[in-house]
């Protein structure tokens, strides 16, 4: 009986160790969603986001072709397939809004060519636009772009809080930074207002300045948004309001600056070099007020610069003379006709349905006293 009574003690205290070993394994196992780094949550989300933004735009380039082939066109604000495509515009743009809140701007920002290249892509399929070589290769470019984007990108996961706002706004860097920008934007807009200079590298240069403002706004305004759901109320705090006002007012005149340059400037054109604004300035905002490349190495900076330098490329590739192939004839070359007089541009007749004719031995023009005959 000595013996048995430790025996069953011991088995008791066996039992209990492993009751208590199981319950620990139970609570350090990771659920799928703690598997999954937050910053690929925010990827997903722009990716997500920038595909539903093509589909809007072509959406809409539908509605105005069919409004351009009815014989009363109504306006396209009248358009259900118009509205359609407004809605999943603010669908994507939200997406892109909520991704900066679970991953950094320099990851976020460049993902933006997913948008031209989901857009090349639905045009081929739904508008039954030609599929060029150019648009092959630039798709390529820009999928082999997002992959080391995504995987070079620096994945720090840090969380915006009101005071992490605070602590970067009054660093000396973002300051430095501030002066700098606040400089060269006032000499562009001199020379845009004062000077009349409306050159597309001026007109774009405001708006990559105001971008990078944008892109720091709404990654603490979204940050901050998503600390108050997931752990402290954050709305109470000014910088909150501070940067929710810098975030729209930088929104409206960069818009305002982008219209004009695409009323100027050929769409084809202005797109790529945007992109290529955008998100550089995007990207040396991220760096300067954030920090994100902090304690990254040379390989990582320079496969993710590459990166960066191929899904440009691929942006060039896939709008290069793309608007070219719809542009229409202001005039009509009846070239060089034997035994007749031809005019090098004849300029159609507004008023009938013909385009004009050559004038023949029978036609008469203008003489050389002047007197006007009849034609």
């Not at 009101?162 to 000396?172: D, E, K, L």
């Not at 050159?199 to 971008?211: G, T, W």
């Not at 330098?309 to 070239?335: A, C, M, W």
């Amino acid at each position: 009986m000595k013996h048995r009574m430790p025996r069953m003690a011991l088995t008791q205290n066996c039992h209990i160790v492993t009751i208590h070993i199981s319950k620990a394994d139970r609570v350090a196992q990771p659920s799928i969603t703690e598997k999954l780094p937050i910053h690929l949550f925010g990827v997903l989300l722009a990716i997500l986001g920038n595909l539903v933004i093509s589909i809007s735009l072509n959406i809409q380039k539908y509605s105005h072709v069919q409004l351009a082939h009815q014989e009363h066109p109504r306006p396209y604000f009248k358009s259900v397939l118009w509205w359609a495509g407004a809605v999943l515009m603010a669908v994507g743009e939200m997406g892109n809004f909520a991704a900066y809140g679970f991953a950094p701007i320099t990851l976020i920002a460049p993902l933006g060519c997913v948008s031209v290249t989901g857009s090349a892509i639905i045009s081929v399929m739904f508008l039954k636009e030609n599929l060029r070589a150019s648009d092959l290769l630039g798709m390529t470019l820009g999928f082999a772009g997002t992959y080391l984007l995504v995987n070079f990108a620096p994945n720090r996961t840090q969380s915006i809080s009101a005071r992490t706002v605070q602590y970067y706004f009054v660093g000396w860097q973002f300051l430095i930074y501030v002066i700098f920008e606040i400089l060269i934007f006032c000499t562009l807009l001199y020379f845009h207002k004062r000077k009349a200079m409306k050159h597309m590298v001026i007109l774009l240069s405001l708006v990559a300045l105001l971008a990078s403002l944008t892109v720091i706004s709404v990654k603490a305004v979204s940050g901050m948004i998503t600390f108050s759901v997931t752990d402290k109320m954050q709305l109470t705090y000014p910088i909150f309001y501070i940067m929710f006002i810098v975030m729209i007012a930088s929104c409206v005149f960069q818009v305002k600056f982008l219209n004009h340059a695409t009323k100027l400037y050929n769409t084809a054109v202005v797109v790529p070099i945007n992109h290529v604004f955008f998100t550089t300035s995007a990207i040396i905002a991220g760096v300067i007020f954030y920090q994100e490349f902090l304690g990254a190495a040379f390989l990582t900076i320079f496969i993710y610069i590459f990166g960066c330098f191929l899904s440009f490329l691929g942006v060039f590739l896939i709008t290069r003379n793309r608007d070219k192939e719809h542009l229409p004839q202001s005039y009509i070359d009846f070239g060089n006709i034997p035994g007749k007089q031809t005019l090098d541009k004849i300029q159609p007749d507004s008023n009938g349905l013909s385009y004009g004719t050559l004038p023949d031995g029978s036609d008469s023009t203008k003489s050389q006293s002047g007197e006007k005959k009849e034609v």
